[in-house]
């Protein structure tokens, strides 16, 4: 059974850095794509970043040069490090790996399953 457990949330200030972990059982991390994602109040969830199977890293343009997405295969376990923060990256943040490919060119639908999500406040 595949589980996803977010954390390493919280709240900081504007320019400060959080770094969350995303602990990922019943699945393997080399072997498929996963990726961070994020929704905020009233919007809806977008795609953070994601690490192919060969551990190649894409982010989107909001967060490109300040986050990355990094692995510890030992641990199967993926992280994000944000740096840089800014109040626009307030958001519940998950993790979710799309089972059925190892690269990240399919839709935020064929991820799942999702962890309960941790959650990032930026104060301005």
């Known amino acids: 059974q595949v589980q996803m457990v977010e954390s390493g949330g919280g709240s900081v200030q504007a320019g400060g850095s959080l770094r969350l972990s995303c602990a990922a059982s019943g699945y393997t991390l080399s072997d498929h794509c996963t990726g961070w994602f994020r929704q905020a109040p009233g919007k809806e969830r977008e795609r953070v970043g994601d690490?192919?199977?060969?551990?190649?890293?894409s982010y989107a343009d909001s967060v490109k040069g300040r986050f990355t997405i990094s692995r510890d295969l030992a641990k199967n376990t993926l992280y994000l490090q944000m740096n840089n923060l800014k109040f626009e990256d307030t958001a519940m943040y998950y993790c979710a790996a799309d089972l059925a490919r190892g690269h990240c060119y399919r839709g935020d639908a064929n991820f799942g399953p999702w962890g309960q999500g941790t959650q990032v406040t930026v104060s301005s």
């Open positions: 690490i192919r199977f060969d551990g190649l890293a």
